[in-house]
């Protein structure tokens, strides 16, 4: 029997506020445990939670990035379990009445799949398991989070995938949050059944956790529909579950039985008031939110010319490509500046392992070095020096090419005595050329090119050394 695979997500993502979402309390969680904790995120007597607004600027803007109906009226709930890194014995989340409804992400192929919610709730604590026992860290309970719930529309692994994929770049783009999965900002359950084909009727859900990665929510799901499609066809019947990813072992382990929503005894938090949303506010988001990755690729294209892979390098980041476009605006050929871009800043960043807003080299800087390049001040290798000069000691282009003595050399007189020498050097190369090869002629070039420190005209030095072949 044949089975049609039904995959849905559920994506936590942390959004890149400067405080937990009721409380003072900054959001960074690491470092010494349990310093970022205040009397709120630990539900002490007395106190009250109060809303962090920026939170909700960014759930908004997550929720239009995503084309969802943003709702103006939402209820914050208490879900209610008992675990050591909870420390109030409920989360506060939303439940019947979500922020967001609907929505979309891409999946590739002009597909996508549907939302079926964001909402606002709180992060839990931390669990440390250790040789002398389990250790609790609450510096990241109360961090705000917005939970994208998708409709079971993925058919396959690599759909989920490229979901993730996607929704990681839109949220990034709009500023929402990092979302790091190896930091713990963006982190996923799949959830994954399967019926026979032509069913209509989805077969027994299990919830995957444990999921650290894209490849490995991957390899989790392809996993999973090659266990239960055994059990299937064998006769047996998948139970109801959530399975933790043990991606050391390729395999998932049963963890427990799956709650459902009464486990949780969801109801209204009293010490919250409904969360109300006016028109102005949306639209004055929505008016923020600028430029989206896929408007962004459209208009390169169109504006600049740019092949299909520069465009997919300069936009995986907001700023990267707002990089690019300032370098264009100071006067830098795209092609040239997207070039430049994609292999020495980025290495740079690597390198260095630095930020952009770390390298010592503006916009204005890179279009005033291709600047010299396109006059042929500069030789193509030269360059490269006088950038990584610019960014050690932060000057700028003609400055650098000063300092390292980089003028490009293009006066016949002077390239003249070292064709010559070169050709003397090597006699036989010159001979080879003469009878028509051409491959030593390379050797020649780079003879000149080592004697100037790479600052020779390569087009000159070519038509000196055939000159000066052709007449000996």
């Known amino acids: 029997m044949n089975f049609t695979t039904v995959i849905g997500l559920e994506v936590h993502v942390q959004l890149a506020t400067r405080t937990k979402l009721f409380s003072p309390a900054p959001v960074d969680s690491l470092g010494e ?38 709702q103006p009226v939402s209820v914050f709930a208490r879900k209610n379990y008992f675990y050591p890194d909870l420390p109030k014995g409920y989360q506060i989340s939303q439940f019947e009445r979500p922020y967001c409804v609907g929505g979309r992400v891409p999946i590739g192929d002009g597909r996508h799949c549907r939302l079926e919610r964001i909402h606002l709730e709180e992060d839990a604590g931390k669990l440390v398991h250790t040789d002398a026992g389990t250790l609790v860290d609450l510096n990241r309970a109360g961090v705000p989070l917005i939970e994208i719930v998708s409709e079971p529309d993925l058919r396959a692994a690599e759909d989920a995938a490229a979901f993730l994929t996607n929704l990681r770049e839109i949220l990034r783009f709009a500023g929402v949050s990092d979302c790091d999965m190896e930091l713990g900002s963006m982190r996923c359950d799949a959830n994954i059944s399967l019926m026979p084909v032509g069913a209509t009727e989805y077969g027994t859900k299990v919830e995957l956790k444990n999921l650290n990665s894209i490849k490995m929510v ?27 990813w043990l991606d050391e072992r390729g395999e998932s382990r049963p963890q427990r039985s799956k709650e459902t929503a009464p486990d949780y005894r969801y109801f209204p938090d009293p010490d919250l008031p409904p969360l109300v949303l006016a028109e102005s506010t949306i ?56 070039n430049w871009i994609m292999t020495d800043v980025l290495g740079a960043l690597r390198e260095f392992r630095i930020e952009l807003d770390e390298l010592r080299i503006a916009p204005t800087g890179l279009a005033a070095l291709l600047a010299l390049l396109a006059q042929k001040a500069l030789t193509a290798v030269a360059a490269k020096k006088v950038f990584a000069h610019m960014h050690q000691h932060g000057s700028d282009a003609a400055a650098s090419m000063r300092a390292l003595g980089l003028e490009r050399i293009a006066e016949p007189e002077t390239l003249q005595p070292l064709v010559e020498a070169a050709i003397a050097a090597l006699p036989k190369a010159a001979d080879d050329v003469r009878n028509g090869v051409e491959k030593p002629l390379d050797a020649l070039k780079g003879h000149v090119m080592r004697a100037t420190k790479g600052r020779a005209d390569p087009a000159i030095v070519d038509r000196l050394l055939r000159d000066t072949i052709a007449r000996s």
């Open 33 to 70: 445990p349990n310093t970022r904790v205040h009397a709120v995120d630990l539900g002490l007597p007395g106190v009250l939670p109060r809303l962090n607004q920026r939170a909700i600027e960014l759930a908004v803007r997550a929720a239009l990035a995503l084309d969802g109906a943003v």
């Open 218 to 244: 991957q390899r989790a799901l392809e996993y999973e529909q090659r266990r239960q499609t055994a059990i299937l066809a064998a006769g047996g019947a998948v139970a109801a579950e959530t399975r933790g």
């Open 283 to 338: 639209a004055a988001v929505r008016g923020e939110l600028g430029e989206l990755p896929a408007a962004r690729r459209a208009r390169f294209a169109a504006q600049y010319g740019l092949p299909e892979y520069d465009i997919g390098v300069l936009t995986q980041d907001r700023r990267l490509g707002d990089w690019f476009e300032a370098v264009v605006a100071a006067g830098a050929e795209p092609k040239a500046a997207s």
